[in-house]
């Protein structure tokens, strides 16, 4: 990417346009509010989404401009710094799809209960979308949403089956779960033999 034409795309550059004269510090708060990403992982986010070339995303290119790409951020960052972010960004989501999936598999939740946090993950979703100037259109959205209704759906009802074979399985002692010794005599193991 030369010079000029880099400047020119900053300048061109229209997301986070709702945000400007906000403070990081703000935007912050915000978002830990609501996600587990701070505000500079969120712009850097989206920056290497849109900046993406073959090679991967012009590191580069987002550190130097940084401040031109996004009101509240206020300096410049190395291509380092740029990808820990965009890591942490990774990782981060890695992991809360990863305990939300322990929380659906696991059958803490019941389907209307997914379907609620998903609602209300999705609105949340949304909004920065919003928020930061991408816009997908209706039947994209749709299309997104119901493919993930229909994992969660999958998801929801595996998890039952295996809770259901799980209790079964408990229940003749079969499976995991509390040790079903007769410990008569005290409730205690023999000491000499350890049984």
């Given at each position: 990417?030369?010079?000029?034409?880099?400047?020119?795309?900053?300048?061109?550059?229209?997301?986070?346009?709702?945000?400007?004269?906000?403070?990081?510090?703000k935007v912050n708060a915000f978002l830990r509010k609501r996600t587990y990403v701070t505000a500079r992982?969120?712009?850097?986010?989206?920056?290497?989404?849109?900046?993406?070339?073959?090679?991967?995303?012009?590191?580069?290119?987002?550190?130097?401009?940084?401040?031109?790409?996004?009101?509240?951020m206020t300096g410049t960052y190395t291509p380092q710094a740029v990808n820990q972010a965009r890591s942490?960004?990774?990782?981060?989501?890695?992991?809360?799809?990863?305990?939300?999936?322990?929380?659906?598999?696991?059958?803490?939740?019941?389907?209307?209960?997914?379907?609620?946090?998903?609602?209300?993950?999705?609105?949340?979703?949304?909004?920065?979308?919003?928020?930061?100037?991408?816009?997908?259109?209706?039947?994209?959205?749709?299309?997104?949403?119901?493919?993930?209704?229909?994992?969660?759906?999958?998801?929801?009802?595996?998890?039952?089956?295996?809770?259901?074979?799980?209790?079964?399985?408990?229940?003749?002692?079969?499976?995991?779960?509390?040790?079903?010794?007769?410990?008569?005599?005290?409730?205690?193991?023999?000491?000499?033999?350890?049984?």
């Amino acid at each position: 990417m030369q010079d000029g034409e880099a400047a020119g795309d900053a300048q061109k550059y229209q997301k986070f346009k709702k945000v400007d004269g906000a403070t990081y510090e703000k935007v912050n708060a915000f978002l830990r509010k609501r996600t587990y990403v701070t505000a500079r992982e969120w712009a850097i986010a989206r920056l290497c989404a849109d900046f993406k070339t073959t090679g991967g995303s012009e590191m580069t290119f987002i550190g130097e401009h940084l401040p031109e790409l996004v009101p509240f951020m206020t300096g410049t960052y190395t291509p380092q710094a740029v990808n820990q972010a965009r890591s942490a960004f990774k990782r981060k989501v890695k992991k809360a799809g990863a305990t939300f999936f322990y929380g659906a598999m696991c059958g803490f939740f019941t389907a209307e209960e997914l379907d609620d946090i998903l609602f209300e993950a999705s609105e949340v979703a949304k909004f920065l979308l919003e928020v930061e100037g991408t816009s997908l259109d209706i039947d994209e959205e749709i299309s997104i949403e119901d493919r993930i209704t229909e994992v969660m759906r999958t998801v929801a009802e595996s998890a039952a089956k295996v809770l259901r074979a799980r209790e079964a399985d408990q229940a003749e002692g079969t499976g995991p779960g509390p040790a079903r010794k007769d410990t008569a005599g005290g409730g205690r193991p023999d000491q000499t033999t350890g049984e």
